[in-house]
């Protein structure tokens, strides 16, 4: 079991919303770039979203405007807000630095949008 754990994921339908979280019980959080990452089968992890130390933000083209990253630092948790959800955002999705450290990585929560 890592430090990072994901919630949040389940099965919605196409069109539909999620919103992710990522307890990141860090000492470094607060002063740390945070990233979401996604994963799927026979795939590299795939980096979609990453917000800085500052607030900074930047995704990628596959979900850039529908997907929004957030972080409470006070909380030392992050957020992922899905909105029109397409099958293709089906994936293992995770939190992590970023870059990330590959000895931080958790379980992933599972995103799947099905008819």
């Known amino acids: 079991q890592g430090q990072l754990v994901e919630s949040g994921g389940g099965l919605v339908q196409p069109g539909g919303s999620l919103r992710l979280s990522c307890a990141a019980p860090?000492?470094?959080?607060?002063?740390?770039?945070m990233g979401w990452y996604r994963q799927t089968p026979g795939k590299q992890r795939e980096l979609i979203a990453f917000?800085?130390?500052?607030?900074?933000?930047n995704y990628a083209d596959s979900v850039k405007d529908r997907f929004n990253i957030s972080r409470d630092n006070a909380k030392k948790t992050m957020y992922l807000q899905m909105d029109s959800l397409k099958p293709e955002d089906t994936a293992v999705y995770y939190c992590?630095?970023?870059?990330?450290?590959?000895?931080?990585w958790g379980q992933g929560t599972q995103v799947t949008v099905s008819s």
């Open positions: 992590n630095q970023c870059p990330p450290n590959n000895l931080y």
């Open positions: 860090l000492r470094y959080f607060t002063s740390t770039s």
């Open positions: 917000i800085t130390w500052r607030g900074g933000t």
